[in-house]
């Protein structure tokens, strides 16, 4: 956590810290950046709670504003149940809690220039950054719990009615810790507890699917991530309504098959289906053809063994047979995390299928691009030697340990513990939904200063207050403000992801 002096000061200027509305500060180092948004590290000066604050530039999302609205919908809806699990006091016995390793949004207001959404803060860096630094993960040590906690994560969004649509490793963050869990890591943990900190983030292209009758259609994602189902969907906007409807929609199972691409990037350090062309990457994609590299299968390994049919299985080109996130916590390769009863469900005799993969010369074995469809490439992750997870007797007994730390001093609240908190109940929660906003204030930015000119507390207070008036909820006000704004970088997505 960086110094007190690294935030803006005040200068003791009643009249001017009387026409600063924002209760946020930012640092003017950015935590990480998308197409169409950046995110600063921030603080709310009332409560000196820290928060990451993701600015969305109103520009770059013009005639996209929808999906802003649906993205800061998902998630309000996502925070308030994970709040009234946090109040229930529900018990869980998995190893992670999935609703834990979803990214929390706190507030949410809109400027002139921004739409801006505060959420719970996370570590610089994500996992492809950790992996591409690695080359590969350690597959029993790191590979395996990563893959365990983000299936818990899929998981809770499943159960919640929530697709996700571009489950990858961009968009997996670090939780802030305040204490290290070092002594879990002494004491000889089976596991990299750094499994406890993975955040699934960037809830952009996630939707609801409240019904069975709600079809999905839309070819949205991240191409190397892309589900078979959803590559089918490709162009579909351009086709006759009949002719859409002929396309089979597809469901949360497209979450499943990218859980297998992470999970092979992370054992291999470079994706299963990209080809030297996008056009040889969908083929593969369509067919199942991923890439197994000799030497990286070793049947008389019994992690690897389960790693490569737990990767099979993720990849099943007939979504109706692929496993729900639900079925695969049974698995062998991640069902030491979860607490389920009958382990022999719901695989049987398929846990013994192996694919017979391809050795298709197409493939590259080579290190993905940052979130982009796969081609740019600069070395081969090299393979990890294997181990053996042995279940620890006190495991139980060092998880609640983490547990309780974990509730103590991640995710979003104060850095300054021996500050006094406000909020009484926010004591015992990482997860407590405050600042509550005063009714009629910050909250859809009629009273707000755009929030990073606060760094310097000198921007005047007219800048902004007229223009940002206009609630993020309801369309049609916030479509109306954003009226003949420049659509040259709406266009700037499409390189990171389809969505056509
Ligand atoms: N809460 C957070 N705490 C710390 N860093 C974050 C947080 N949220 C996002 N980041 C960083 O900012 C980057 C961009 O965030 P995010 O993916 O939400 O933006 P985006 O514009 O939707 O990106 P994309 O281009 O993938 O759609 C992330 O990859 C991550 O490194």
Same mark, same amino acid.
């Not at 979803?102 to 400027?111: A, G, H, K, R, S």
């Not at 968009?171 to 000889?188: K, Q």
């Not at 089976?190 to 999905?216: C, I, M, Q, R, W």
């Not at 729900?324 to 607490?339: C, N």
């Given at each position: 956590?960086?110094?007190?002096?690294?935030?803006?000061?005040?200068?003791?200027?009643?009249?001017?810290?009387?026409?600063?509305?924002?209760?946020?500060?930012?640092?003017?180092?950015?935590?990480?950046?998308?197409?169409?948004?950046?995110?600063?590290?921030?603080?709310?000066?009332?409560?000196?709670?820290?928060?990451?604050?993701?600015?969305?530039?109103?520009?770059?999302?013009?005639?996209?504003?929808?999906?802003?609205?649906?993205?800061?919908?998902?998630?309000?809806?996502?925070?308030?149940?994970?709040? +009234?699990?946090?109040?229930?006091?529900?018990?869980?016995?998995?190893?992670?809690?999935?609703?834990?390793?979803?990214?929390?949004?706190?507030?949410?207001?809109?400027?002139?220039?921004?739409?801006?959404?505060?959420?719970?803060?996370?570590?610089?860096?994500?996992?492809?950054?950790?992996?591409?630094?690695?080359?590969?993960?350690?597959?029993?040590?790191?590979?395996?719990?990563?893959?365990?906690?983000?299936?818990?994560?899929?998981?809770?969004?499943?159960?919640?009615?929530?697709?996700?649509?571009?489950?990858?490793?961009?968009?997996?963050?670090?939780?802030?810790?305040?204490?290290?869990?070092?002594?879990?890591?002494?004491?000889?943990?089976?596991?990299?507890?750094?499994?406890?900190?993975?955040?699934?983030?960037?809830?952009? =292209?996630?939707?609801?699917?409240?019904?069975?009758?709600?079809?999905?259609?839309?070819?949205?994602?991240?191409?190397?991530? =892309?589900?078979?189902?959803?590559?089918?969907?490709?162009?579909?906007?351009?086709?006759?309504?009949?002719?859409?409807?002929?396309?089979?929609?597809?469901?949360?199972?497209?979450?499943?098959?990218?859980?297998?691409?992470?999970?092979?990037?992370?054992?291999?350090?470079?994706?299963?289906?990209?080809?030297?062309?996008?056009? +040889?990457?969908?083929?593969?994609?369509?067919?199942?053809?991923?890439?197994?590299?000799?030497?990286?299968?070793?049947?008389?390994?019994?992690?690897?063994?389960?790693?490569?049919?737990?990767?099979?299985?993720?990849?099943?080109?007939?979504?109706?047979?692929?496993?729900?996130?639900?079925?695969?916590?049974?698995?062998?390769?991640?069902?030491?995390?979860?607490?389920?009863?009958?382990?022999?469900?719901?695989?049987?005799?398929?846990?013994?299928?192996?694919?017979?993969?391809?050795?298709?010369?197409?493939?590259? =074995?080579?290190?993905?691009?940052?979130?982009?469809?796969?081609?740019?490439?600069?070395?081969?992750?090299?393979?990890?030697?294997?181990?053996?997870?042995?279940?620890?007797?006190?495991?139980?007994?060092?998880?609640?340990?983490?547990?309780?730390? =974990?509730?103590?001093?991640?995710?979003?609240?104060?850095?300054?513990?021996?500050?006094?908190?406000?909020?009484?109940?926010?004591?015992?929660?990482?997860?407590?939904?405050?600042?509550?906003?005063?009714?009629?204030?910050?909250?859809?930015?009629?009273?707000?200063?755009?929030?990073?000119?606060?760094?310097?507390?000198?921007?005047?207070?007219?800048?902004?207050?007229?223009?940002?008036?206009?609630?993020?909820?309801?369309?049609?006000?916030?479509?109306?403000?954003?009226?003949?704004?420049?659509?040259?970088?709406?266009?700037?997505?499409?390189?990171?992801?389809?969505?056509?």
């Amino acid at each position: 956590m960086s110094s007190e002096e690294a935030w803006p000061q005040r200068r003791g200027n009643l009249d001017f810290e009387e026409a600063i509305r924002c209760k946020y500060v930012t640092k003017n180092n950015q935590l990480g950046d998308g197409c169409f948004s950046v995110v600063k590290e921030c603080m709310n000066i009332h409560t000196r709670d820290l928060f990451a604050m993701k600015l969305i530039s109103k520009k770059t999302v013009q005639g996209k504003l929808w999906l802003i609205q649906r993205e800061v919908s998902l998630l309000k809806d996502m925070s308030t149940r994970i709040r +009234e699990l946090e109040l229930s006091g529900a018990q869980n016995h998995d190893t992670f809690e999935g609703h834990h390793h979803v990214l929390q949004l706190f507030d949410y207001f809109e400027t002139a220039q921004h739409i801006v959404l505060v959420t719970q803060l996370c570590d610089h860096g994500d996992l492809y950054e950790n992996i591409i630094e690695a080359g590969s993960l350690h597959l029993a040590r790191q590979a395996r719990p990563y893959t365990a906690c983000l299936l818990s994560a899929i998981h809770f969004l499943h159960e919640n009615g929530v697709v996700h649509r571009d489950v990858k490793a961009e968009n997996v963050i670090f939780r802030r810790r305040v204490t290290e869990l070092s002594e879990f890591a002494r004491r000889g943990s089976d596991y990299d507890p750094t499994a406890h900190d993975l955040v699934l983030a960037d809830f952009g =292209l996630a939707t609801k699917l409240n019904s069975s009758e709600d079809e999905l259609r839309e070819c949205v994602g991240t191409i190397s991530y =892309l589900a078979p189902e959803v590559m089918k969907c490709q162009g579909i906007s351009r086709l006759p309504p009949a002719e859409q409807k002929k396309i089979a929609p597809y469901d949360q199972s497209i979450d499943v098959w990218a859980l297998g691409v992470l999970a092979y990037f992370m054992m291999t350090g470079y994706m299963p289906f990209d080809c030297d062309t996008d056009a +040889e990457t969908r083929k593969c994609i369509l067919e199942g053809d991923y890439y197994v590299e000799d030497g990286l299968r070793d049947e008389h390994d019994a992690d690897n063994s389960l790693f490569w049919n737990f990767i099979h299985l993720c990849f099943n080109v007939n979504a109706s047979e692929r496993p729900s996130a639900h079925d695969l916590r049974k698995h062998p390769f991640v069902r030491a995390f979860f607490e389920d009863s009958d382990p022999s469900e719901p695989f049987g005799n398929r846990i013994r299928l192996q694919k017979s993969v391809s050795s298709s010369s197409l493939h590259k =074995l080579q290190t993905p691009s940052r979130s982009v469809s796969s081609t740019s490439i600069s070395h081969l992750g090299s393979s990890e030697s294997r181990a053996t997870i042995k279940r620890n007797a006190s495991r139980d007994e060092e998880l609640n340990k983490i547990r309780e730390t =974990l509730k103590k001093t991640l995710s979003m609240a104060s850095l300054r513990p021996a500050q006094p908190v406000r909020n009484a109940n926010k004591d015992n929660s990482t997860f407590m939904l405050a600042p509550v906003p005063p009714t009629g204030s910050l909250m859809n930015g009629c009273l707000s200063l755009t929030p990073e000119s606060k760094s310097n507390f000198n921007t005047p207070p007219s800048l902004s207050r007229t223009a940002s008036s206009n609630n993020i909820s309801p369309p049609a006000s916030a479509s109306t403000a954003l009226t003949g704004m420049d659509s040259s970088s709406s266009r700037k997505r499409a390189g990171a992801r389809f969505d056509m």
